[in-house]
């Protein structure tokens, strides 16, 4: 498998990590990175983005700027740990209700245990099933949110256009996902970090490298900002923007169902 970051959705499909698989091995696989790495979600977080995740995640939330009203829903996918749907209920002064969806039981194990015991029991429920399958009916959401979880979903175009069904006209799409740094002299320094320290660290902090391989070779293997934002408008989004995090490390991309 090649290297070289993935341009079209069906890439992303059969490639696990540097690895090619035969389609529908992809998911079973990932499952099993996450069930090894959800009680060190954030720890996994921090080791990739050296601790900058968490301020990208209040920036997409900022960015979103829920209402401060009742009534307002948003479905946050890939969320298993609960990490933005909280910040989205806080946001709105508890006004919002948040959906979190995962595909991955212990990643929701962890979202439910950390609502209870931080009170936001009554605001967020969560849900176990697939991005590329969801279970609800047309137009039910005003907001749909994926942090760092979109490359980890096999066939991406179909999750786009689950989004898309999902959403009310008028709700907004936002992705947060780690991207291709245009800085040379940043992009080599994290590439060296990401291939080099990363699966090192993740061995000797929780005994497993394998899992940490291959989510810093999704991050390469990702399609770069300009080739997911036309997915996202294939998908049928409009006013499709994204904005960089700390050169391109990260990107926040937004679309409009309109």
């Not at 605001?123 to 697939?130: L, P, Q, T, Y």
Request: proline letters at 4%.
């Amino acid at each position: 498998m090649s290297e070289q970051r993935s341009t079209a959705a069906q890439d992303m499909a059969t490639s696990y990590g540097f690895k090619s698989v035969d389609e529908g091995a992809k998911q079973p696989l990932v499952n099993e990175v996450f069930h090894k790495v959800a009680g060190r979600y954030d720890l996994m977080n921090d080791l990739m983005s050296g601790g900058l995740h968490r301020l990208w995640k209040d920036a997409m939330v900022s960015f979103l700027n829920p209402p401060k009203r009742d009534g307002w829903r948003v479905l946050d996918v890939a969320g298993g740990t609960g990490d933005i749907a909280f910040r989205i209920v806080d946001a709105s002064h508890g006004h919002a209700r948040a959906t979190v969806l995962d595909i991955n039981g212990s990643m929701l194990a962890v979202g439910r245990d950390r609502a209870e015991k931080k009170g936001y029991a009554d605001a967020v429920d969560f849900v176990e099933a697939n991005a590329e399958e969801l279970p609800f009916a047309d137009e039910t959401f005003d907001a749909y949110t994926i942090a760092f979880g979109i490359r980890n979903v096999p066939r991406i175009d179909v999750a786009l256009a689950e989004a898309f069904r999902v959403l009310k006209p008028g709700g907004r799409f936002l992705c947060l996902e780690f991207s291709e740094v245009d800085m040379p002299l940043l992009d080599r320094a994290y590439e060296a970090w990401s291939f080099n320290a990363i699966p090192r660290i993740g061995q000797v902090v929780t005994g497993e490298s394998e899992p940490y391989s291959y989510l810093v070779e999704s991050i390469r293997k990702f399609p770069n900002q300009e080739s997911f934002a036309a997915m996202i408008r294939q998908a049928g989004f409009d006013r499709v923007t994204f904005r960089n995090y700390t050169g391109g490390i990260a990107a926040l991309h937004s679309g409009w169902k309109l």
